[in-house]
């Protein structure tokens, strides 16, 4: 059987964890969620400032990328690098390019507005540092990153996710996507 990937991208807030969960349900695999990789160090390592905090997202990174290449396949969620972001900000995208399995991008649509709101309102590990954000913060950062160049990584499928998604229809999408990619 062909190994299968499903990357979620998406602004921070916009529903990547949420949407990555109902997929790796759906389509029958793991779900690889940086956030939850950089989580268990914070609980192993303790929680610090930003300069720590970091640091451990770049070894996250590391071992998010490990367990991916690892894997017989899964549904991979994280705040991905973009054209136009800091060098050391979001997970690495180039390992993705030289990947041995094809990958079809679903990216979750949502206005900054919107993604801010959720992103102020969830309560994550203290590790993350979210409380030290206002709103007005979170927001302008957003519509920053909201205007950056879109991630170019395998077919884009763009879903709406500021509020029910039609799964069906999007699982049809996906496996579209995987038969275009197997023919490249």
Not at 23 to 45: G, N, V
Not at 54 to 78: H, K, M, N, T, Y
Not at 89 to 104: K, N, R
Not at 108 to 126: D, W
Request: charged share 15%.
């Amino acid at each position: 059987m062909q190994r299968r990937f499903v990357i979620v991208t998406g602004l921070p807030g916009s529903g990547k964890t949420t949407l990555a969960a109902q997929l790796a349900a759906a389509l029958d695999l793991p779900m690889l969620d940086k956030d939850a990789i950089l989580e268990h160090l914070f609980d192993t390592r303790g929680t610090g400032d930003a300069v720590h905090r970091r640091a451990l997202s770049r070894e996250s990174d590391a071992i998010f990328q490990a367990q991916a290449a690892a894997s017989p396949g899964a549904i991979l969620v994280s705040f991905w690098h973009q054209p136009g972001m800091a060098p050391d900000s979001g997970t690495p995208t180039a390992w993705l390019a030289g990947f041995p399995a094809p990958i079809v991008n679903v990216h979750c649509v949502c206005p900054p507005g919107i993604a801010a709101e959720r992103f102020v309102s969830r309560v994550r590990h203290p590790g993350h540092l979210d409380s030290q954000r206002s709103y007005a913060e979170v927001l302008q950062r957003l519509e920053t990153l909201a205007s950056l160049p879109q991630l170019h990584v395998g077919p884009r499928i763009e879903v709406d996710t500021t509020g029910p998604i039609d799964l069906v229809s999007l699982l049809h999408h996906i496996k579209t996507c995987e038969v275009g990619n197997h023919a490249n």
